[in-house]
């Protein structure tokens, strides 16, 4: 079946420093891909998405490029702020599919 | 424009009571699903509606866990003789249709603790 594999946190980090968070997939057809976030107290936020190879999806200076050699869509910004702080999920819904499939997560928090 | 909502937004029961979840989705929104997300478990999905009907029920952990949808509109989540690995925030998204194509907007979740 479908699964998503990111990368463990939590991940500390300080103001203007470069974020990567890894992504995996394994899908039996062809999917989309998307990264949600959770900022505290709120819900989750479409952030950025992808549904083709060698796309790249773009958002509040976050990217990720759909890496379909590598079955990978890590997320990357290269400038994080303090409000960055969330909680970063990996998605993907298949070939004519409806539902997501989620990654376990991954805490980032940026200090000052 | 109002988003998903969903009460309570809070839920502290005993073992073995019934609870009921609710969700309001975005006006127009034909589809709607729910997801759970445990410690154990990660965020995973439950069911799908589209419109009233659940074509997809097949995250549904047990036969204790039920949920329909009235009007096209709100639905409401039931989980019969609650059981503590029961205990996880419960969300709910709606979308236009029930297409990847189309973004799914999540409710802010209903957290469950089952004592």
């Known amino acids: 079946g479908d699964s998503v594999t990111q990368m463990e946190g939590p991940v500390t980090l300080s103001e203007e420093a470069f974020l990567t968070i890894n992504c995996t997939y394994t899908?039996?057809?062809?999917?989309?891909l998307f990264w949600y976030v959770q900022y505290p107290g709120e819900g989750l936020q479409l952030l950025l998405k992808?549904?083709?190879?060698?796309d790249k999806g773009s958002n509040k200076g976050f990217e990720a490029t759909y890496r379909k050699e590598t079955t990978s869509f890590h997320l990357e910004k290269g400038s994080v702020q303090v409000s960055d702080s969330a909680v970063y999920f990996c998605?993907?819904?298949?070939?004519?599919?409806?539902?997501?499939?989620f990654g376990a997560g991954t805490t980032v928090t940026v200090r000052a | 424009g109002a988003g998903v909502s969903q009460s309570p937004s809070n839920k502290v029961t005993e073992k073995g009571k019934d609870v009921e979840l609710r969700c309001d989705p975005i006006?127009?929104?034909?589809?709607l699903y729910w997801y759970r997300q445990s410690l154990g478990q990660g965020l995973e999905f439950l069911i799908y509606?589209?419109?009233?009907?659940?074509?997809?029920k097949s995250g549904l952990p047990s036969d204790r866990f039920s949920a329909e949808r009235t009007g096209g509109s709100v639905s409401t989540l039931t989980i019969q003789r609650t059981q503590q690995e029961d205990s996880a925030v419960y969300l709910c998204?709606?979308?236009?249709?029930?297409?990847?194509?189309?973004?799914?907007?999540f409710g802010p979740g209903t957290r469950l603790t089952v004592t």
């Open positions: 998204a709606s979308s236009l249709e029930g297409s990847i194509v189309y973004e799914q907007y």
């Open positions: 899908a039996t057809g062809y999917p989309s």
């Open positions: 992808a549904t083709k190879a060698d």
């Open positions: 998605a993907l819904s298949d070939t004519n599919d409806y539902k997501l499939s």
């Open positions: 006006s127009g929104h034909t589809a």
């Open positions: 509606f589209q419109g009233n009907s659940a074509p997809d």
